[in-house]
């Protein structure tokens, strides 16, 4: 049985915007992912013996989502997943599983993940904090808001919303998402190496991320969500 979580370990208000700013309610389920700091991609036995099998869960509600945090933050990693998914998965045996690529139905969300690179001190995360500025720039001369921000501990998300996109009807909307990430990542590419920061590469519909909120128990730094509302930009 989980702990119960210290309070420090995360701020219940960035949880709160961060699940709202989803939109996934009336729209689907939101797949949790629950990691333990010690797991280990394809060690079985080493798993099993410790008991750290990362823990699938599905929600639809706010609090579900708080009752987690409390449970498990700062033992193990909250993640969920940016894209609703239409159903509780299952495996053939009825346990629960998380999604694949091709369970994503419908694209409503977009994330561009800068880290800074090496050492994170108040000063690179300050001079981070202005080149923002000119990627708001970048998306409003093609007519795109200002994405919304969270801070990570080592760097910045850019979160974009839009009107739901059912993947059946754009089926290459994976290679468009690619595109227009490319298509900033050129534009800045020498403020990203000015500032020795790089650009997550990962753009799956079936995007992970960690709760905004919440911390990752090796580092402990608790990463803030800045948004109240969602607010989808047809742009």
Not at 149 to 173: K, M, N, Q, W
Request: with cysteine; glycine share 8%.
């Amino acid at each position: 049985v989980a702990k119960r979580a210290m309070a420090g370990s995360y701020s219940l208000s960035d949880v709160r915007r961060g699940y709202r700013w989803l939109g996934h309610q009336g729209r689907g389920v939101t797949e949790i992912a629950i990691l333990h700091p010690m797991y280990r991609a394809g060690d079985r036995d080493w798993n099993r013996t410790h008991g750290i099998w990362p823990l699938t869960q599905y929600i639809t509600t706010e609090q579900e989502l708080v009752a987690l945090v409390r449970r498990y933050a700062g033992e193990r990693m909250i993640c969920y997943g940016l894209n609703p998914r239409h159903d509780i998965l299952r495996r053939a045996n009825g346990r629960l599983r998380s999604a694949r690529e091709t369970d994503i139905t419908v694209s409503q969300s977009l994330l561009l993940d800068i880290d800074l690179e090496g050492t994170v001190t108040p000063s690179r995360l300050a001079s981070l904090t202005r080149f923002l500025r000119t990627a708001d720039e970048y998306f409003g001369s093609r007519g795109i808001d200002r994405p919304f921000r969270a801070a990570t501990g080592r760097g910045s998300h850019l979160l974009f919303a839009y009107p739901a996109i059912p993947v059946v009807e754009v089926p290459d909307i994976r290679y468009r998402l690619r595109m227009f990430k490319e298509g900033f990542v050129t534009a800045v590419r020498r403020d990203l190496s000015r500032l020795e920061a790089k650009l997550d590469s990962t753009q799956d519909l079936r995007r992970m991320v960690r709760v905004y909120g919440t911390a990752k128990p090796e580092v402990g730094v608790v990463s803030q969500f800045f948004w109240k509302e969602r607010r989808e930009d047809p742009g």
